[in-house]
Nanobody
Framework: QVQLVESGGAWVQAGGSLRLSCVAS????????MGWFRQAPGKDRELLAR????????YYEDVVKGRFAISRDNAQSTVYLQMNNLKPEDTAVYYC????????????????WGQGTQVTVLP
């Protein structure tokens, strides 16, 4: 059973930057594709970015393309989300997720979810 723990959420002014981290334990991290999702109050959870097990493939949704970057360190069993030029509409709980197949993330069907970390962007 894989456990995922996110950190790095905070309050930040619009235009600022944050880096979220997600540490995995209990499984073979380097065999898992990883993704970042978010959920704002009253809205559905949405996929933001995905990264393949090796890190060679990264994929972004239009809403964050050019502002956010996903990366991973398999030696540290950690996936990151670098968020730049943050906007008030980026305010949400951010979740990392793990899947044995990359397509499971885009299908919103990962095997594992973290508990989430709050990001609040002030105008």
């Amino acid at each position: 059973q894989v456990q995922l723990v996110e950190s790095g959420g905070a309050w930040v002014q619009a235009g600022g930057s944050l880096r979220l981290s997600c540490v995995a334990s209990g499984g073979a991290f380097d065999q898992l594709s990883m993704g970042w999702f978010r959920q704002a109050p009253g809205k559905d959870r949405e996929l933001l970015a995905r990264i393949s097990w090796s890190g060679s493939g990264t994929y972004y949704e239009d809403v964050v393309k050019g502002r956010f970057a996903i990366s991973r360190d398999n030696a540290q069993s950690t996936v990151y989300l670098q968020m730049n030029n943050l906007k008030p509409e980026d305010t949400a709980v951010y979740y990392c997720a793990a899947a044995k197949l990359l397509m499971k993330l885009s299908a919103y069907q990962p095997e594992y979810w973290g508990q989430g970390t709050q990001v609040t962007v002030l105008p």
